[in-house]
């Protein structure tokens, strides 16, 4: 896969059987705010600048992804269980 749009990822997690495989996607700068992304696998996606505010991150991997930029709430991501193996410049909102 390549680059998606809001839509896409919409029309995707409503086909989608679980896990939702997202990896190795370029989704920069896409709004993805309180979208069910649980149990995605987002390995090595391109996640710079994505807003991920309020997303269900429920053990989500997200070991390799570009995560420079991104807008997450990093207690939700952290008690769902997601893989931040190796982000950088992610920057969290308040609650």
Request: hydrophobic share 45%.
């Amino acid at each position: 896969m390549s680059d998606l749009t809001r839509t896409d990822v919409i029309k995707l997690i409503a086909i989608a059987t679980k896990p939702l495989n997202l990896s190795g996607v370029y989704l920069s700068g896409v709004e993805l705010r309180h979208l069910d992304l649980s149990g995605a696998d987002l390995r090595e996606a391109s996640l710079y600048r994505a807003n991920l505010a309020g997303a269900n991150l429920s053990g989500a991997n997200l070991a390799g992804a570009n995560l420079s930029g991104v807008i997450l709430d990093l207690e939700m991501a952290d008690s769902c269980g997601a893989n931040l193996y190796g982000a950088k410049g992610i920057y969290t909102i308040k609650r």
